[in-house]
């Protein structure tokens, strides 16, 4: 069974910066590709950003490109999201995922099949 855990999320003002981080557990990290994803209040779970097992290759919703990094520790099986000039649209709860195919790279939430409890970022402003 694979446990997810974030954590990093808070209370910011428009323009700052935050670094959210996933810890995994329970089976081997560095063959899956992991996913960020969002939900805003009342609306739907959004794909945020994705990187490969191997962190080759990384994948961002176009209005997140150029102010959010994710990133990926296999030694100490984290992945982590660098959100940089946030803006009051980012407010969400932020879910770190685990896809569910070994060394598969997708972006659709439904292919992401253990996920953390979330993490809540909110704009401040």
């Known amino acids: 069974q694979v446990h997810l855990v974030e954590s990093g999320g808070g209370l910011v003002q428009a323009g700052a910066s935050l670094r959210l981080s996933c810890a995994a557990s329970g089976r081997t990290f560095s063959s899956y590709a992991m996913g960020w994803f969002r939900q805003a209040p009342g609306k739907d779970r959004e794909f945020v950003a994705a990187?490969?097992?191997?962190?080759?290759?990384?994948y961002y919703l176009d209005s997140v490109k150029g102010r959010f990094t994710i990133s990926r520790d296999n030694a100490k099986n984290t992945v982590n999201l660098q959100m940089n000039s946030l803006k009051p649209e980012d407010t969400a709860v932020y879910y770190c995922?685990?896809?569910?195919?070994?060394?598969?790279?997708?972006?659709?939430?439904?292919?992401?099949?253990?996920w953390g409890q979330g993490t809540q970022v909110t704009d401040s402003s």
């Open positions: 990187i490969t097992w191997g962190g080759d290759f990384t």
């Open positions: 995922a685990d896809h569910r195919e070994i060394k598969r790279f997708t972006t659709t939430d439904a292919d992401f099949n253990y």
